[in-house]
């Protein structure tokens, strides 16, 4: 299993974290999904690619920046 911690500096509220968490939760693949808010990231941890990651992100409002 995979975890990567993606940076998306869009984030900036509890409404950015559902609106991402929402959006990669029923993916298939999707072990966990978390934002920090604080941080401005994503972690998600499963077997999922990192374009499928990019494309849910954007699909709630948000741009991924970076990957770590």
Do not use: F
Not at 24 to 46: F, H, N, Q, R, Y
């Amino acid at each position: 299993m995979t975890t990567r911690t993606y940076s998306v500096p869009g984030i900036s509220c509890g409404h950015c974290k559902n609106a991402i968490e929402g959006e990669l939760a029923p993916l298939d693949g999707v072990e966990s999904a978390l934002v920090d808010i604080d941080a401005k990231t994503v972690t998600v941890t499963g077997e999922i690619t990192e374009a499928d990651v990019r494309a849910a992100v954007d699909e709630a409002g948000y741009e991924v920046d970076s990957v770590n």
